[in-house]
């Protein structure tokens, strides 16, 4: 039995078109996405795993593939929430207060937040968190990398692997960064200051938003 599924995304494949197009969600969410929970479903059936939430095994599994997939899964499933074509979603005033603390104003978080996804060498995400003592802070992390890891809450996250940019904007991960700004969905992000690090569930996160 599939213990992991892919979740639906929130919205239509076309829906973030003409800054994330249909084809790049496809291939994203229908191949990359469904490939990690497939790879992750063969890897935990019929071993200790198998029970084991994705959050659990972020946080226990050594480096590998078992941690790898998860957090692919996990980290993607988190991505599509914090995406959304509504165009009047501001960040809640708790939010902006909390940016404006960690920034100096929500301007200058988005240039930090940039610096931080260009800046990422080779595959990863770009990340706001609210670290262990509630401040927000602009992170990145490689590969299938989680700020779960270190007890952070993530807000938001940017993919910043090659496959979420490389149809719409071929080498140009600095552009892809600017337009995921025009899509990004504030009101998911303000809901998660509410949460606290690895206590979370994402799936029943984005069940509860849908
Ligand atoms: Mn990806």
Not at 90 to 116: M, Y
Not at 192 to 199: I, S
Request: hydrophobic residues 35%; charged residues 25%; aromatic residues 12%.
């Amino acid at each position: 039995m599939e213990k992991h599924k892919l979740p639906e995304l929130p919205y239509a494949y076309d829906a973030l078109q003409p800054h994330v197009s249909s084809e790049t969600l496809k291939f994203h969410h229908d191949k990359h996405h469904a490939g990690y929970v497939k790879k992750l479903n063969e890897l935990v059936e019929g071993t200790k795993l198998e029970d084991k939430t994705l959050e659990d095994m972020i946080l226990t599994q050594p480096p590998g593939k078992v941690f790898n997939n998860a957090g692919q899964v996990w980290n993607h499933t988190f991505y599509w929430n914090c995406m959304s074509p509504s165009k009047d979603l501001k960040p809640s005033s708790e939010l902006e207060d909390k940016i404006k603390q960690g920034f100096g104003s929500l301007s200058q978080f988005k240039t930090e937040f940039a610096e931080v996804a260009t800046g990422q060498f080779g595959s990863g995400w770009a990340w706001l968190v609210k670290d262990n003592a509630g401040q927000l802070k602009a992170m990145s992390t490689a590969n299938a990398d989680s700020p779960l890891q270190f007890g952070f809450t993530p807000l938001l996250v940017c993919d910043v692997w090659e496959h979420a940019y490389y149809i719409d904007y071929r080498n140009d991960r600095g552009t892809y960064v600017e337009k995921f700004f025009e899509v990004v969905n504030w009101e998911f992000v303000s809901q998660n200051l509410q949460l606290e690090g690895a206590r979370m569930s994402p799936s029943e996160k984005v069940r509860s938003i849908r």
